[in-house]
Structures are given as C-alpha cells and as structure tokens.
C-alpha cells in the first residue's frame, strides 16, 4: 500500500517561502502523478499543482507563478515550494498520487496525512 | 477557471439513502471523483470515473453524472458516513489541466 508523508517547517514568516516534501513508499514515483492540494482551516480543498517524474508541472493559475513543484527520483520524493507567504496561505498542506485516465476517469487516490503549516511573525 | 458548485450540508436518517450533487460545466467534459473527510484527517477517494469504487470502499457508495451534475449515493447511510464530501475533476477551461474542488457537502447521519 502506498504511503505518502509530508516533511517540513509547520511555521513561515511572511514574505518568506514556504518549503515542503513528500516522501512516497511503496511506489516508484517515476510513475503517476503527483500533487500538492491545501486546506485552509474551516475551508475547502484547493489544488495547487502536480508533477510528473520527467519533470513535466502544472500549477494553479491563481497562486500567480508563486509555486514551483521539483521531483527527485532517487530519493523518491517531490517537494513544494511557495513564494512570498502571506496569512492567507495557512492551510494543512497535502501530497496526493493522481492516477487514472480520461476514458476511466481520474482521481487523487492516495493522500498523505497532511501537514500544517501557518504563516505569522 | 470552471467551478464545481455543492449543496452545503445535507442530512439523512440512520439506514436511508442520501444524494449529495456537485454541479459544474467541467463535468460535461470529465468525470468526477469524490472524496469522503473525516474531521482531523485527510480525505479519502471513495468514488471515480463512471462509478468506480477503490478497494476497501463499502458497495453502499455509488456515484453517477447527468449532464453537468455530479451525484454521490450513499444507500442505507450509516453512522461512520458522517463526513465532508468533495467533489473534483478536471478544469474545463484553459488548457484543461488544472484541477477543481468543490466546497463541500457536510453530510449529518441523523
């Protein structure tokens, strides 16, 4: 069964960049897809963007190029960064495998257990 | 970018079936998964494609669309069911890449 963990600072000044990493096992992740989803306290969910092995990223249009989303292959990890924090990026902060297709249908199947992270001085 | 719209909260009686929908123009195009969140934890797939269930998942969850809307089924709604439901599939505008959620159905077992 895959699992994935997310690793990182659970407090970010704001202006700074926020950094955090995903450790998979059980899978190779020179394979699926692999993204960051958030969740603001007391809110919904919101994708932020996803990954392929070969490096291949989308990013949500509206985190306005503050995103950038790495892979590394031999540690079996993909990590997130976000630019100039403020407030308003504080939200439990989830990696997630994408599987599936067009014909079948796609979905974030396995998630990890999320981590917490809140921008303050 | 599209939005994926869902009643806010719905209830149901212990044993009954509910309906939770999730509305969207990205829904014509793609399908629709739905994931199950229990209060502290991260959410779980529990519907995808025509009406896909993961392993582990109760056949009591069942999920199809009609047009631009979304359904998720729960027949014979127990206890363990209450949770947040979201929704999701791919945006339909743009380059169709990105992502969109809903923003949650709170579903009360009464």
């Known amino acids: 069964q895959v699992q994935l963990q997310e690793s990182g600072p659970g407090l970010v000044k704001p202006s700074e960049t926020l950094s955090l990493t995903c450790t998979v096992s059980?899978?190779?992740?020179?394979?699926?897809?692999w993204s960051w989803i958030r969740q603001p306290p007391g809110k919904g969910l919101e994708y932020l963007g996803y990954?392929?092995?070969?490096?291949?990223?989308n990013y949500n249009p509206s985190l306005n190029n503050r995103i950038t989303i790495s892979v590394d292959t031999s540690k079996n990890q993909f990590s997130l960064k976000l630019s100039s924090v403020t407030a308003a990026d504080t939200a439990v902060y989830y990696c997630?495998?994408?599987?599936?297709?067009?014909?079948?249908?796609?979905?974030?199947?396995?998630w990890g257990q999320g981590t917490m992270v809140t921008v303050s001085s | 970018s599209s939005e994926l719209t869902q009643d806010p909260a719905v209830s149901v009686a212990l044993g009954q079936t509910v309906r939770i929908t999730c509305q969207g123009d990205?829904?014509?195009?793609?399908?629709g998964s739905w994931y199950q969140q229990k209060p502290g934890q991260a959410p779980i797939l529990v519907i995808y494609?025509?009406?896909n269930r993961p392993s582990g998942i109760p056949d009591r969850f069942s999920g199809s669309t009609s047009g631009t809307t979304a359904s998720l089924t729960i027949t014979g709604a127990q206890a363990e069911d209450e949770a947040d439901y979201y929704c999701?599939?791919?945006?339909?505008?743009?380059?169709?890449?990105?992502?969109?959620f809903g923003g949650g159905t709170k579903l009360t077992v009464l």
């Open positions: 494609g025509k009406n």
């Open positions: 990205s829904l014509r195009n793609y399908y």
């Open positions: 997630a495998r994408l599987v599936g297709s067009l014909v079948f249908g796609e979905a974030f199947d396995m």
């Open positions: 999701s599939s791919r945006d339909s505008s743009g380059n169709h890449l990105n992502w969109v």
């Open positions: 059980y899978d190779s992740i020179s394979s699926n897809y």
């Open positions: 990954i392929y092995y070969s490096g291949t990223t």
